[in-house]
């Protein structure tokens, strides 16, 4: 297969990516280990206090913020073997001690290295892709990465609370729990082992005209991203769009806590269910069009466009058919436009290191999502999407590169 550079195409690109996939599953299993199972987890390290136990999942957005930059610096420095596996390392250790935690103090210790892992992890998808992908399929790479982050979110969720279940109805949550932290600490622990022997950190011909150029530094490239406009409309709708779907996500039992046409307490479940499962399916099947028509703006648009009319659906409608379409759309369109706009940015910024505007992005949706759900209200985020849609709107597409 040839890119459009006429460069060969390592058919070993998808060996890499699969291996990948791994840690970036890891870091959302880890993050949300104890959410399905909060009471069971409250009971045994916290003596019951749910709001306690909340910190293990906060202190990953948290600790992402002052991390972002130097996990992009070393990924842009050491490359995409080394530079993000400091960050797998870090997940699979860690993520496997949390397995000999002996009380609340030490799990701490351990989720807060494990969220210092996930920024090397979220910050080198466009690396990943530019490295090793032409760029006919550099959007499908980032968009597979995000569906697996959905993946270890579906996982985690319905797992845990499987596996929990049998064993809160024998009376020894303990073994429950004992049994979670032993799947998910081997699993991060063999993806760790995979990736650091089978994954190498670029092919030996560039798969495409921006991989084979030299990048700049990392201060230049940031001076050079906040100089940039269509950079700068992309950022203020990523702040929106990333922070809307973090607050929403994290909100989602306080929006349904109205009159509905189903149990009040089910919908909350049902609705972040089809919401995950529609950006799963959004992000691979929009990311491979925006690839096959080379266009990333119209995504974009979509994606702010489709989302505003559906916040209003998710708020007020009352019926469970309508809501559940509503949230399968809401995810598909709006999930879509992270792979896509991080692939727009790096072709928009390039010679940027990839991981600068791709860590800068991520870092904006960490912030805007835990300020959105501080104060959090749905008739404003309607109204944000309203202005993201003017950003991407303004926003210039990416013109046809040429060999």
């Known amino acids: 297969m040839k890119s459009k550079t006429e460069n060969p195409v390592s058919p070993y690109r998808w060996v890499v990516l699969v291996l990948f996939m791994l840690p970036a599953i890891s870091t959302q299993i880890q993050w949300i280990t104890f959410a399905p199972i909060a009471k069971d987890a409250a009971a045994l390290y916290t003596g ?30 050491f490359g995409l073997k080394w530079g993000t596996g400091i960050g797998v390392i870090i997940l699979g250790v860690c993520g496997f001690l949390r397995i000999f935690a002996p009380d609340f103090t030490w799990l701490m210790v351990f989720q807060v290295g494990c969220a210092i892992g996930q920024p090397f992890v979220l910050n080198s998808f466009t690396k990943l892709a530019g490295n090793w992908f032409p760029e006919e399929e550099e959007a499908l790479a980032s968009g597979l990465i ?66 084979a150029e030299k990048k700049v530094t990392m201060l230049i490239g940031i001076r050079a991203l906040f100089k940039n406009r269509d950079f700068l409309y992309l950022l203020g709708a990523f702040f929106i769009g990333l922070g809307a779907f973090n607050a929403i996500s994290s909100k989602i039992d306080y929006i349904f806590n109205r009159p509905l046409d189903i149990d009040p307490s089910l919908a909350p479940g049902i609705i972040g269910g089809l919401i995950i499962l529609g950006g799963m399916f959004g992000a691979v099947i929009l990311s491979a069009l925006s690839d096959k028509f080379h266009k990333r703006k119209i995504f974009m648009i979509l994606s702010m466009g489709v989302s505003l009319p559906l916040t209003v659906a998710l708020n007020y409608f009352p019926g469970i058919v309508i809501l559940g379409m509503a949230a399968f759309t809401f995810g598909f369109f709006l999930v879509s436009a992270l792979p896509i706009g991080l692939t727009y940015a790096v072709e928009k910024t390039h010679p940027v290191p990839e991981a600068t505007s791709n860590g800068i992005l991520m870092l904006s949706g960490q912030i805007s999502g835990i300020l959105m759900a501080l104060f959090f209200n749905m008739i404003a985020i309607t109204v944000l999407f309203g202005v993201g849609l003017i950003f991407t709107l303004l926003m210039k597409d990416i013109a046809e590169r040429k060999a």
Request: glycine share 8%.
């Open 48 to 77: 019951g206090n749910t709001e306690t136990l909340d910190l293990l999942a906060v202190v990953f957005m948290l600790v992402y913020i002052p991390m972002s930059f130097p996990a992009s610096w070393c990924i842009d420095r």
């Open 146 to 211: 995000t569906m697996s982050l959905f993946l270890g979110l579906t996982i985690a969720m319905f797992a845990g609370d499987f596996i929990m279940a049998n064993y809160r109805q024998a009376g020894d949550p303990q073994k429950g729990m004992d049994i979670i932290l032993n799947i998910y600490g081997i699993f991060s622990l063999a993806g760790m082992v995979l990736y650091l022997f089978l994954v190498k950190d670029k092919p030996k011909t560039p798969p495409n005209l921006i991989a």
